[in-house]
Every structure is written in structure tokens, then in C-alpha cells.
């Protein structure tokens, strides 16, 4: 009888526990979006008559991974992209001239955050 109620109390867990997914959310600059704990969003972005992108957050630890040179590199934010200079602040990155980049809240579960990205306005256009 032991053995038997093992495999109920395991299936009664398995269907009885929360289930909570992850929604993946497409957005092209600039935007300003409130996510939920786990989601992520995919940013497609262009470097044409920009110098880079900044984004930021409410709240963190919100990571966000990108490529540069064929290479995948990751940062927190807030955070400047950009591919005209080598970075000279601890916030800047360096990224290919166009690409995609992914944004994942590495918080608590309930937690709200809202995020902003927009382009920086080259100073010689």
C-alpha cells in the first residue's frame, strides 16, 4: 500500500502546482514596456543615423544579451550600445551595427518591471 500511494502523491503535485510561463514580448526601438518576472523580449535594432541604443529600468537585475563580432556578450542594465567608439564609461558596450538583442528580468516571480530603450541621435546628422 506504501508503494502505491507514492505514485498518487506524485501526480496529485504534479497536477495541482502552479504553472507559470514565460511570455516573450517583440518590440522595435524605441519603446517603453512593463513586463512580468521571467519574460523576455527580443528588440530588433539598426545603428543607421544613430551612435547606439540606451535602455533602462525600473528596477533590476534585468540582463540583456547581444552580439559583437560573431561573439554573444550579456550586461545589466541600464546600458548604452553602441558601435562608433570603445566605451569609456562602465555602462557601455560595444555592439554590431544591426542586429538583435534579448531582454530577461532575472528577478523574484511577481515582480513588475517596466523598461525603456530608445536610439541616441548621432551629432553629426
Known sequence: MRFLS????LVFIIFT???TYAAQ???HIPFTLRIQSHDIVHVDYNFSEKTGIYCQANRGPIQIKFDYKGRDKSAFLPVRLQSDHIPDEKYEELADY???FRLETKGRNNTSYEIKCSYIKSELH
Not at 507514492?6 to 502523491?9: D, E, N, T, Y
Open 6 to 9: 507514492l505514485p498518487l502523491l
Open 25 to 27: 514580448y517583440y518590440r
Open 17 to 19: 502546482a502552479p504553472v
Open 98 to 100: 544591426e542586429g538583435q
